[in-house]
Each structure stands twice: as structure tokens, then as C-alpha cells.
């Protein structure tokens, strides 16, 4: 981590470089309190403020080495270990103007400071033990967030609930090398009852916890994530104009000729609080000689395996063609996807029987015929459990899943050599490496480029 020297002072502007009304720039390390008391010179009585109390903001003039005002502006003093990065912090609040920001940054960096990496507060709160490095990605998750309940997930992560899930599952993992390394190193002493069954059943409810975090954690991220809706149907059947009555707006263009969309866009919308990602997709054909046509088949083919609900239109005043039929076929061989079967011009003379059709659902987009019939079917989209759920536990990202998958593997290689007798030894030793796998979740990761790849990540100032 050579670009993340946890000795330098750093300093970096914490809000996005425009012109706004007021700025912040944040400077933390050894050093941060001797530069602010180089720079920073009282407004009331134009005196240098040498001592700084903790907490306390200052009302002051910072002043260049030609002693000329850069800004007149508040600051915020917290002092180690009593801070984000248990280091001294300054927190300066400057006028929003860019050239007074990079003044004052400047001016901080000619005192020794240098410019912070991305993410390096934050690693520096995880390298000094503040945080551990799964509640440091879920600032990060925190900060990308984009709807309310991505947002809380986030917070209640970063607040350590998945920290103390994992902290669980360490203690187990402790209980259970306790229990095999005691009859290891004292095979006669019966006042820790061993065997083979015994340790079985912890094995097995040990697994059980991990398997039961890892399903709660999808239930959560698809509620945080919102959920993916593709809207699928031939050319001029009303996608775009099903869409823009979801959405409550004019996004797709509506027209009568066919094959208007050659694209996919999308919008978003929410029911009870959670994100509907709404994508209007080009006319799905059964076969095209158009090159640009073929490309957006594909890519509707494409949008439809990433969706977690397809809505397939179909104009319900005519017959079933080809394309209808393909549709339908290729519908018939996408598995574990809910799929509604939306059946448009309700208000016109009706050929289709809507019985003929799983989950129908008629509408008609000229009246908004059926529109609280679709948001009815998508609010029951999550149970009353899964919601409850989300409030209770928390989610694993790539990183925290992989470990926890490579856990499940070596509890079953330790089940199975428990049941074929092996040597106490040999399954200690899976079991160590069980814990240190645990550990590597929400502890200290040795692997530079592990740490690396995960703050590089962030934004700068943060």
C-alpha cells in the first residue's frame, strides 16, 4: 500500500469540484493541527490559533505565506483518536468558489501535506482498527447508493450488522476447534464431552447459519437493488406507450410506425419505497434482414435474461402472428423469471381471450385501463417476510460471498472426514484455515492488491 502511507498528512476537497456555495476540504494525519495553526488567524482578533480544542469550530481568516486572505471561513477541529481516522482531522468550509478551494489546498499542501488517494480516509480508518473492511465498503455502498432502501441497507451494514453476523460465526468456529484440539491435547480429560457425532452437528448447524446469512443477504440485495422490468413484445404492439404510462411521463417516443424503438431505454419508478427499473426494449422478431434490427433483438434477448420480471405485450385486437407465437416459445423456455402476460387496446373490439394466458393482465394505454392492476401485481412482488427480513439482517457483496462459499466447502470436507473417523489433526487444520477465512471477511486482508482494488474504488475525499 505504498500509495496509502498512513504517516503523511493528507488533505483533499470532500465535495464535487464545482462551484457551489460553500465547499469542504478535509485534511487529517500527525501534522494536520501545526499546519491549520500556520494558516488559520482568528477574525476577532487576527492573532494565529495555536491551540485547538477538540470539537470546536473556529471562526477564521486563512492567510497565505504573504499573509493575504485566501477565505474567511469556519472550521472544525476533532482530535485522535477520537475521529473517522483516529487521526487529527480539520475539516475546512470554504466559499465554493474553485479558485479559493485550490488556493487553500495548495497553500496546505506547500506546509507538507499531501494530496489523499481515493478512499484513503476511509482506509485509514480500517488500517487503524476503526472499522472493519466490510463496514468500509458499505460506505462505499452508502455513497453509490441511488434509491431509499439501497441507502439504509448501507447504513445499517456499515454500522456493523453484518460485522456482528460474522462475529458469530467466528465464535463458532472458535467452539468448535476448542472442542477438537481439547481431546487432541487431552484425549482422556472427560470434562468436554468429544465425539465424532458431536462435532458433526456443530459442523452441520454452523453451515446451516451460513447458508441461511447468504439467502437472507439475496432476499435483502434484491430489495435494495430494485427490480429489473423488461417489457417484451413485437413491433407496434404499445411498449413504449405501456412504458411512459408506468412511468408517468412521456420518455419513449410513441408513434405508429412500426420498429420505432431500435434501442432499449429506461426509467424508474417506485411502490412502497422500492425501485421499479422499467426497460422498453426494440420489437422482438422472429427474423429481420435489417442489421440494425437484428442488433436489437439481441439486445432484447439480452435485457431479458438480466430481468427479474418480463412483461410480454401482445395487441389484443388481432390474431396471434409468427412473431406473437416466437415470443411465446422463447418466453416458454426462460426459467425462474415471474413473467405477466399484458394484453393491450382493452378498450377496442377484442380478439385474444385473456384466459388463454398465465398471469394476464389487461390494459388498455390510451386510458391507463389496468395501470393499478400492474402496480397491484408488482407491490406483491416481496412478502411481508422479505421485508422483514431487510430490516433484520444485513447483505454480502462478490468478495464476502466468495468467502463465504469457500467456508461451506471446507465445512463439508470437515463433516466428511468426520464421518470417516480421520485424524483429529487433519480436521483441525481445515478448521483453521475455516477461521482464518472468516476472519479475512471483516478483518485485516493482508493481500495489497485485495485492498487496492476495494478503495480504489471510492471517491476522492472519502
Known sequence: MSNYNINDTIVTISTPMAK????????????????????CFSVATDKAIINF????????????????????????????PSTFTTEDIIEFYPHGSLIVIERLISLILSYGARLANRGEFT???YANGKISISE???????????????AEASIYKMKGR????????????KDILILVEGDIDFPDDDTVPFSYSILINHLESLKSDIIKLLDNSKTVQKIMSGVKIAILGKTNVGKSSLFNMLVSKDRAIVSSIAGTTRDFIHEVFYINSIAFYLIDTAGFHFESTNEIEIEGIRRTKECAAEADIIFALFDRTRELDYDDKHLIEFLSNIKNKQIAYILNKQDEKQIIDSSSFENAIEVSTKTEYGKESILSFLENIFSKSDFDTFNKESYVNAREKGYLEESLHIIDEC????????????????IR?????????????????????????FCIGK
Do not use: P, W
Request: charged share 30%; hydrophobic share 45%; aromatic share 6%.
Open 433 to 457: 484455515i475455516l477461521n482464518n477465512m472468516l476472519f479475512s471477511m471483516n478483518g485485516k486482508i493482508e493481500a495489497n492488491e485485495v485492498i487496492d482494488e476495494i478503495f480504489a474504488n
Open 162 to 173: 453484518l460485522s456482528r453476523e460474522i462475529d458469530n460465526l467466528k465464535n463458532t468456529v
Open 123 to 125: 482506509y485509514r480508518a
Open 53 to 80: 480544542e477538540h470539537r470546536k469550530s473556529y471562526f477564521v481568516n486563512i492567510k497565505d505565506k504573504n499573509s493575504s486572505i485566501v477565505d474567511e471561513l469556519v472550521i472544525l477541529v476533532t482530535k485522535a
Open 20 to 39: 457551489s456555495a460553500l465547499g469542504v476540504v478535509r485534511m487529517s494525519g500527525v501534522d494536520a493541527l501545526n499546519i491549520a495553526s500556520k494558516i
Open 415 to 430: 463433516i466428511r472426514q468426520s464421518k470417516d473417523c480421520y485424524m483429529l489433526d487433519s480436521i483441525a487444520e481445515e
Open 136 to 150: 468500509a465498503e458499505a460506505i462505499h455502498d452508502l455513497i453509490e447508493s441511488d434509491n431509499r432502501l439501497m
